[in-house]
Nanobody, 120 residues
Framework: QVQLVESGGGLVQAGDSLRLSCAAS????MGWFRQAPGKEREFVAA????????YYADSMKGRFTISRDSAKNTVYLEMNLLKPEDTAVYYC?????????????????WGQGTQVTVSS
């Protein structure tokens, strides 16, 4: 059974940075998604099992960076220049395939979520 443990959320001001971490029980292709109150879950970023393929949602390109430490089975989401509209619960997700995708239904396991709140 895949286990995912997220950390790193918090309350920050607009323009600040945060780094989220997701420790997995194995090596998987990983994605980050987020869900704001009253909105559907949306794709943020994804990285393949090897780390060779990376995808970002258009609105996150240039501000967010996904990376992985394969030795630690941990994936990171570095978020810079945060905006109030980035406020959401952020979830990491894992899939057993070698290639990450942007679709939530492709992922087999989900973390518990970590709250990110950006004040203006």
């Amino acid at each position: 059974q895949v286990q995912l443990v997220e950390s790193g959320g918090g309350l920050v001001q607009a323009g600040d940075s945060l780094r989220l971490s997701c420790a997995a029980s194995g090596r998987y292709s990983m994605g980050w998604f987020r869900q704001a109150p009253g909105k559907e879950r949306e794709f943020v970023a994804a990285i393949s099992r090897s780390g060779g393929l990376i995808y970002y949602a258009d609105s996150m390109k240039g501000r967010f960076t996904i990376s992985r430490d394969s030795a630690k089975n941990t994936v990171y989401l570095e978020m810079n220049l945060l905006k109030p509209e980035d406020t959401a619960v952020y979830y990491c997700a894992a899939r057993s395939g070698a290639v990450a995708t942007t679709m939530s239904y492709d992922y087999d396991a989900w973390g518990q979520g970590t709250q990110v709140t950006v004040s203006s």
